[in-house]
Antibody, heavy 120, light 108 residues
Framework: QVQLVQSGAELKAPGASVKVSCQAS????????IHWVRQAPGRGLEWMGI????????AYAQKFQGRVTVTRDTSTRTVYMELNSLRSEDTAVYYC?????????????WGQGTLVIVSS | SYELTQPPSVSVSPGQTARITCSGD??????ASWYLQRSGQAPVLVIY???KRPSGIPERFSGSSSGTLATLTISGARVGDEGDYYC???????????FGGGTKLTVL
């Protein structure tokens, strides 16, 4: 079955960067896009971006353009999300999610989430 | 930027029908999906492509879309259906994803 396992919680200082990993298993890695979604404490879901593991093309929400980079390593079936210039408002749980179908379809299976805390 | 609008809360008694709406200008051209997030858990997809149910989702969950309004209907709502429901779609230009603000469903 589809499984996405994310890296552990992170504590970062303001201005630093964080890189969260998402390792996929149970399906053909390059056949399905991966979304990144975050959720600040007590807030709703926020779509950040998407990557096509077959070639590595990406698209990002306008809010995060210039500050987020999503990459993939096909040899380890892992997708990475790096967020730069962290501020306290970036404190959130970050989720990766495999699309349900293909071609950029909505998130289907989700990772367990990674808590990122930005604090001095 | 593109927005999807949901009511903040919906409350029904057990066994009643709950309806949660999602409004967006691109919904006539783009599919809506729905997610349930229970407290402390990752979201779960309950409806995709406006009205399709993933395997394992009970038949009491259904979806529809007309014009700029998508609706999630839960027939015979149960206490276990409580949680936050989010609609999801894409904007009409760049196919960027967007979530609605979420609706807290209370069944009591």
């Amino acid at each position: 079955q589809v499984q996405l396992v994310q890296s552990g919680a992170e504590l970062k200082a303001p201005g630093a960067s964080v890189k969260v990993s998402c390792q996929a298993s149970g399906y053909t890695f390059i056949s399905h896009y991966i979304h990144w979604v975050r959720q600040a404490p007590g807030r709703g879901l926020e779509w950040m971006g998407i990557i096509n593991p077959n070639g590595g093309s990406t698209a990002y929400a306008q809010k995060f353009q210039g500050r987020v980079t999503v990459t993939r390593d096909t040899s380890t079936r892992t997708v990475y999300m790096e967020l730069n210039s962290l501020r306290s408002e970036d404190t959130a749980v970050y989720y990766c999610a495999r699309e349900r179908g293909d071609g950029g379809s909505p998130p289907g299976a989700w990772g367990q989430g990674t808590l990122v805390i930005v604090s001095s | 930027s593109y927005e999807l609008t949901q009511p903040p809360s919906v409350s029904v008694s057990p066994g009643q029908t709950a309806r949660i709406t999602c409004s967006g200008d691109s919904l006539p051209k783009k599919y809506a999906s729905w997610y349930l997030q229970r407290s402390g858990q990752a979201p779960v997809l309950v409806i995709y492509e406006d009205n399709k149910r993933p395997s394992g989702i009970p038949e009491r969950f259904s979806g529809s879309s007309s014009g700029t309004l998508a609706t999630l209907t839960i027939s015979g709502a149960r206490v276990g259906d409580e949680g936050d429901y989010y609609c999801y779609s894409t904007d009409s230009s760049a196919n960027h994803g967007v979530f609605g603000g979420g609706t807290k469903l209370t069944v009591l």
